[in-house]
């Protein structure tokens, strides 16, 4: 277990550190990257200053290995819009963030369980149509305009919740609505292929050829013995709501990192773009990990090989 | 013993459950039959618009009615209203298809063709090609679509050429993974060894057995995945990171409209609505042409 896990670190870790090559190449795809750093209307005195101030000038190995010890200790220089350090800018909104995307991870769950394993139980029944029917609609809707939907519904017209900020629990109810469905849409139909498949397995047949009943059947054969794809598919899920979570923090103007992005590329403040990317990467490489010791805690085979 | 009832699956009570089967499965085609023709007609709407934009809009899409600016639905001959600078939008939306097709269509036509090439080379030739591809595959993956699209186009500028090439670059991975998986379940079959057997050479093989077989799973992917690069075009449209304000695209107009919520909420909810139309009907169409061509997907 031990090995299996610290091979899963290793191998987390040299995520991380492709992404940082992987930002390292694309600020410089355009060639010289000194103008990414610098508002439109600097002159080229001033973008020679910065060529230098900012070591672009020399050669491009001594510029990678000199990033790459800066960004393994977080240092992704300053923020030119804010001046302060731009990883602790991005680590300021890492719990709002997390707040929102860990709210929209529950809603997911709460849709997605009980319709998508419902709608494989009872396959080709009116609740699996209506399942599949609610799985196609809400992967089709964008996810800005549920929340512009429901803003218009809850906060301008019924005056229920608030349709901006991030002041107590109410503000993210519909930023986390919004976020939750398109998800829970995905993950509904990935469910129900993962109990279905189960579901004709010999181990099932004999289960309920016991007699056992069909709530036993179910929670103690089925539902274990599909949670291996499901969780897959429900770690794959996070990544999907920290992207979706830019546009939903943009929707609700919800303080979170992906606004912070956002703004961070209007004001072409590329050492904040760089630490946010970079963060995301490590976060959703982090939830993997965690994904990879779930399977193994289920099934143990998984540990062996 | 449980007696066999309407919630135990199909397959394994199918010899016990026969006239239930008959009538399930009659409901489960015209189920699909009726995917088919919702998505298809869904579809036809949207390309004609985008066809006939200019014939079929009533006003120029950026002509401005000042004296009719923010005009509720149906007044002042103004069918879905007018924004806040007094704009049609109906117009904006039928012109705003034309976006949203184009990307959606040009972006799967990069990302296809760049995901086919990638996987072929993996999955066909194996070896450090197969590593090196998948490893970025894998590496890609770790990045959400939508971070990896706003930084490349932080960097690059916004335009509609940029959205559509970083869509479609950061689009290949599902082909890639697809093909090479199809490919390596087939190129040692016998046909294909056959025609190795004769003399065929590694363009003819891919090109004559390789490619036909797996073209339908290819062409699945293809259609689902239209509805989704509509959509990321559409939002980084809505982010202002999409096509530029002048064209009329359905995410800028959300965007326009998220301002007058309060009062003059038909800017952005017709656009929206457009949105998830025409992806429903991608999605149907992508269904049912995986039901149809490619179950196992």
Redesign the interface.
């Known amino acids: 277990m031990t090995r299996y896990l610290a091979r899963r670190v290793v191998h987390a870790a040299l995520v991380v550190l492709a992404v940082l090559a992987v930002v390292f190449v694309l600020i410089r795809l355009g060639g010289d990257p000194t103008p990414l750093f610098l508002p439109p209307t600097a002159d080229a005195q001033e973008i020679a200053a910065t060529r230098h101030a900012l070591g672009f000038d020399r050669p491009l190995y001594v510029q990678f290995v000199d990033y790459l010890g800066r960004a393994v200790r977080g240092d992704f220089g300053v923020s030119l819009r804010q001046g302060e350090p731009a990883m602790g800018l991005v680590l300021e909104r890492i719990p709002a963030t997390i707040r929102l995307t860990a709210l929209a991870f529950a809603i997911m769950l709460l849709i997605a369980l009980p319709i998508g394993v419902l709608a494989a139980v009872r396959r080709n029944s009116l609740y699996d149509l209506c399942g599949m029917l609610f799985a196609l609609v809400g992967q089709s809707m964008p996810t800005f305009w549920l929340g512009i939907v429901l803003i218009l519904f809850f906060a301008v017209k019924l005056r229920w919740l608030p349709a901006f900020g991030a002041e107590g629990v109410a503000a993210l109810i519909l930023p986390g609505i919004t976020l939750g469905t398109y998800s829970a849409a995905i993950a509904t139909r990935l469910v129900r292929s993962g109990v279905l498949e189960v579901l004709p397995q010999d181990f099932v047949r004999t289960a309920r050829a016991k007699g056992l009943s069909q709530a036993v059947v179910l929670c103690k054969h089925t539902l274990p013995n599909a949670s291996i794809p499901v969780i897959t598919v429900l770690g794959l899920q996070v990544g999907t709501l920290l992207g979706g979570a830019i546009i939903t923090e943009q929707v609700f103007a919800y303080p979170g990192m992906g606004r912070l992005a956002l703004q961070a590329i209007g004001n072409r403040d590329m050492p904040v773009v760089q630490a946010f990317v970079v963060v995301t990467a490590a976060i959703i490489a982090a939830t993997n990990l965690a994904v990879d010791v779930c399977y193994s805690l289920l099934d143990p085979r998984i540990r062996y090989t | ?2 007696a066999p009832g ?7 009570t199918s010899s016990l459950l026969g006239p239930t089967i008959g009538r ?1 499965r009659k ?2 085609a015209l ?1 699909r039959h009726s995917y088919f023709v919702v998505g298809t007609a869904l579809i036809a709407v949207a390309l004609f618009c985008a066809a006939l934009a200019p014939v079929v809009s009533p006003a120029d899409p950026s002509t401005q009615d000042i004296a009719h600016r923010l005009a509720p639905p149906n007044t002042a001959h103004h069918v879905l209203g007018t924004d806040a600078v007094g704009r049609d939008i109906l117009s904006r939306v039928i012109f705003g298809s034309r976006v949203s097709l184009t990307v959606g269509v040009l972006a799967v036509g990069v990302a296809g063709t760049l995901g086919t090439l990638l996987g072929l080379l993996a999955g066909y030739y194996g070896g450090w090609a197969e590593t090196v591809i998948m490893r970025v595959a ?2 890609q ?8 699209a ?7 500028g916004s335009g509609l050429l940029n959205v559509i090439a970083v869509l479609g670059i950061t689009g290949w991975v599902q082909y890639g993974r697809i093909v090479r998986g199809e490919i390596l379940s087939i190129r040692n079959r016998e046909y294909v060894e056959a025609a190795r057997a004769v003399g065929a050479n590694a363009a003819r093989i891919i090109g004559r057995h390789i490619l036909p077989n797996i073209a339908a799973a290819i062409v699945v992917v293809g259609t689902l995945q239209v ?1 989704s690069m509509i ?1 990321t075009e ?2 980084l449209s ?4 999409g096509v530029p304000l002048n064209v009329p695209s359905w ?1 800028g107009m ?2 326009e ?2 301002d007058y ?2 009062t003059a ?1 038909w800017i ?2 017709f656009p ?2 457009a ?3 025409t ?2 009907g991608m ?2 169409l992508g ?1 049912w042409l995986r039901d149809v061509l490619d179950p196992r997907l």
């Open positions: 013993m449980t309407a919630n135990v699956p199909l397959d394994a399930r409901r489960l189920i894998d590496l993956l770790a990045i959400p679509s939508l971070v990896l706003i930084a490349v186009i932080a960097v690059l509805g959509v559409a939002s809505f982010v202002g990171l995410g959300a965007a409209g998220r919520l309060a909420w952005a909810t929206g609505l949105i998830m139309v992806v429903l999605n149907l269904d």
